[in-house]
Every structure is written in structure tokens, then in C-alpha cells.
């Protein structure tokens, strides 16, 4: 059944190369001590390697360069993850991020995403939402609802 949410290979090829001079190849290991532990071949994607220490700086960058050049601010809400990956993309793009936080995120998340040179401003975790909305700034990306941004950043081989 197809959905205007469908990747096609060539979403996925062209995500590579838009952000492969950014974005690190992450291994792929293996373990026999676990393989023989679950009774079965086990493969690992090292994504703790790559920039901001997880898969998500690869659709955020991918989202962020697909951005229209006029838009010079992106914004967007998260607690951690998410939030880094939106700061580091804006940063290596030239733009500048405005990151709405829970005010219950972790200090080394906000540290990082301050350290990206992103604004953070913090709200209420059940407000976070109606807080960006308010932001009076261009764009807002959310992590849980930009399907391809989401499969993007989770396509372990998308930047080989």
C-alpha cells in the first residue's frame, strides 16, 4: 500500500550525498560473544561514533540543508537528542537554531546544544509544544513527525 510518506532508494541516495561531507561513517561491528548468546548473527551500527553521538544528526542535517536558503533560523523541541542534532546542522549550515527545552533536560544535552550556538529556551515539559509555536522565528521541525527526516537519520549506510 503505497503512502505519501513512502522512501523510495533514491530518497535514501540522495540523503548520502547531501550530507556525506558532514556527517561521519559509522561501523558496523559484530560480537561471537553475543552472537552465540542469542543463538543467532548480530550486527551493531556504532552510532555513538557519529557527530552529536546518535543517528539523528544525519536527518537533521538532511532536513536542515534541504531548508530553503532564505530561511535562516530553524526551530524545533526536544530534551536532548534531537535538539543537538538540530544545533550541530544549523551550525555547520550557517543557520541559526532555536531550541525549545523541557526544563527537566539533561545539563550535558543543554550544554551541548548551547555549545552548537543554538538559543535554548526552556519551558515545561507539557507546554513545549504551544512554547515553540510561540517562538517568533521561520521554521519549526519536529522529530517525531518529519517521517523522512526520520527514516533518513535512521538508514544505517546513509552516508557511506
Known sequence: ?????????????????????????????????????????????CELFQRVGAFKFRGALNAVKKVDSAVSTIITHSSGNHAQAIALACSVTGKKAHIVMP?????????????????????????????????EEVLLLFSFTKLKMLFLQETPNSCQ
Do not use: W
Not at 8 to 35: C, F, G, H, N
Open 103 to 135: 526544563d527537566n533536560s539533561a545539563a550535558c544535552k543543554k550544554a551541548a546544544v548551547i555549545g552548537y550556538g543554538a538559543t535554548v529556551t526552556d519551558c515545561d515539559i507539557r507546554e513545549r509544544v504551544q512554547v515553540a509555536n510561540k517562538v
Open 1 to 45: 500500500m503505497a503512502t505519501e510518506h513512502a522512501i523510495k532508494l533514491a530518497d535514501v541516495q540522495d540523503a548520502r550525498e547531501t550530507i556525506k561531507e558532514e556527517a561521519i561513517y559509522t561501523p558496523v561491528m559484530t560480537s561471537s560473544t553475543m552472537d552465540k548468546l542469542a543463538g543467532r548473527s548480530l550486527h551493531f551500527k
